[in-house]
């Protein structure tokens, strides 16, 4: 469901002008980090409020740490590709990880990073480097035009 709600947002992380963005009087960087931002929180919302409705909740560290790697891998995705492609990476990644044999080596559970259970450290390293990569390059970058 996480992934759902973040590729769904991440269309969104595109500017409607690139003359716009060169001349604002105020710097886009922090408006682009509080996008993201606010696409975390907005998939966040959505699984707590479908988990309020099935009351099945999943265990909060789990959750944080795969919202913060899905939003980054769509501010990743945003920045090489353009908004309108930010959905591309965090779906190619679930599906790929859909599909890798379980294994307890680290390899394996940093490609499955986002279905490994809470407190794997190789799955959260993973997740925050993907959030503060994907973050940073929107941040500084922009979308790609």
């Known amino acids: 469901m996480l992934t759902w709600a973040v590729a769904a947002s991440a269309i969104g992380l595109s500017g409607q002008d690139p003359a716009l963005d ?3 009087a105020i710097r886009w960087a922090p408006r682009r980090a509080a996008h993201v931002l606010l696409i975390g929180l907005f ?3 959505v ?3 479908l988990q309020a409705t099935a009351g099945d909740p999943a265990r909060a560290g789990f959750v944080i740490r795969d919202i913060a790697g899905l939003t980054g891998l769509a501010a990743i995705a945003a ?7 930010g959905w591309t990476l965090p779906f190619a990644w ?13 390899p ?3 490609a499955t990073w ?7 450290p190789a799955a ?4 925050l480097f993907l959030a503060a990569i994907g973050t940073a390059a929107y941040t500084l970058r922009g979308s790609r035009r």
């Open 79 to 85: 920045t090489l590709f353009s908004g309108q492609f």
């Open 22 to 24: 060169r001349t604002a």
């Open 124 to 127: 959260t390293w993973t997740a």
């Open 47 to 49: 699984l707590a409020g």
């Open 94 to 106: 679930f599906a790929i990880a859909l599909f890798v044999p379980p294994a307890t080596d680290v």
């Open 114 to 120: 986002m279905l490994q259970p809470p407190g794997t």
């Open 108 to 110: 394996v559970q940093v």
């Open 43 to 45: 998939a966040g919302g």
